[in-house]
């Protein structure tokens, strides 16, 4: 308990005192959970919405459904402006083969808006991060110079406003970006084995350190930073997923959607940190999670709908018994 005690205050901001960890669980006594959520729900066959679910009131409102034909696989939102950010496949023309791309549209009243300039034929965009400046977007893509027969993806960092390629990694995936705009971090897949592990990084992409290694747990994904930046959150499988070979990491499904076969929980690890600890006890299959920047706590998109997670205490709450939710993104309130 000791030890765990001293990570949780790593990853919550609260220095290296474990009694702190104590003390703000008293603070926090029956705080409610600030600003709303941004959330993807899929219906079939296929109907996408994109909606916000106030988290004072649980009140939902749709804020863009997509046009008969179309596909969406994950979202997030400007750090700044709120903007939602949405990876997307639009509807084919009459006449053409639908679904061989994927790209990155931001959310207007008219409509989306693409954000990358030309987009490339049969590109696959996915797994979109805003820069915490928003000035970037990093994403996974796949197609012509991003993957092969011996390259399944590349992870991409680009100009928000040209669209132009700012830095590559191959064999990365599953972004993720500090909101303080000094890290980033991703699920590294190691080309011999296909284990996945988590990398640090700068906020340009250069690798400081693996964070979690490949063999110190089953499977892992979807790296999601603390509010403060300070740690890590990962979700960890109960049991490997089978199978992990280089054709499977090249399906732009995969890369989309992940694999959601298995049961998996929340633990968490410092930056500076090599424990892995426990956070959540959900024990269910999951698609995404966010992080509030307001108070402590996480939202995960299960296979039951959205819980909510207080990452101090481990204890969770249903805040909606909507199975139809693929990806989710906190933001504030004005």
């Not at 696989?73 to 084919?92: I, M, N, R, S, W």
């Not at 402590?296 to 204890?315: F, K, N, P, Q």
């Amino acid at each position: 308990m000791m030890r765990r005690a001293v990570v949780l205050a790593g990853l919550l901001g609260l220095g290296c005192d474990p009694s702190s960890v104590a003390s703000f669980e008293a603070d926090e006594t029956g705080v409610e959970p600030s600003g709303e959520l941004v959330f993807l729900e899929e219906h079939g066959p296929p109907d996408f919405r994109v909606a916000t679910l106030e988290l004072a009131t649980r009140e939902v409102t749709t804020l863009f459904s997509l046009p008969s034909g179309a596909f969406a696989y994950a979202l997030d939102v400007h750090p700044e402006t709120g903007a939602v950010l949405l990876a997307y496949t639009e509807p084919p023309a009459p006449g053409e083969p639908g679904f061989d791309r994927s790209v990155l549209v931001e959310l207007h009243e008219d409509g989306p808006h693409h954000v990358l300039g030309d987009d490339l034929p049969d590109h696959w965009a996915l797994r979109p991060r805003w820069s915490a400046d928003g000035e970037s977007i990093w994403y996974v893509a796949l197609g012509p110079g991003f993957s092969s027969d011996t390259l399944p993806h590349t992870l991409v960092r680009a100009s928000a406003q040209t669209g132009a390629i700012e830095h590559q990694i191959p064999w990365a995936t599953e972004p993720a970006v500090s909101p303080r705009g000094d890290h980033v971090a991703w699920v590294a897949v190691d080309p011999a084995t296909q284990r996945r592990s988590v990398v640090l990084a700068s906020a340009a992409g250069e690798p400081i350190r693996t964070l979690v290694h490949d063999d110190a747990v089953y499977d892992l994904g979807l790296p999601t930073f603390s509010a403060d930046g300070r740690g890590v959150f990962v979700l960890v499988l109960e049991d490997a997923m089978i199978p992990r070979s280089a054709a499977l990491q090249a399906s732009p499904q995969v890369q989309a959607h992940g694999v959601h076969l298995q049961p998996a929980d929340w633990y968490g690890i410092a930056i500076d940190d090599t424990e892995l600890v426990p956070v959540s006890g959900l024990s269910t299959i999951q698609y995404d999670a966010t992080v509030s920047l307001e108070d402590w706590t996480l939202v995960a998109a299960t296979r039951e709908g959205l819980d909510l997670v207080h990452i101090e205490s481990g204890e969770s709450e249903r805040l909606s018994f909507n199975r139809a939710i693929r990806a989710v993104a906190w933001r504030a309130t004005p």
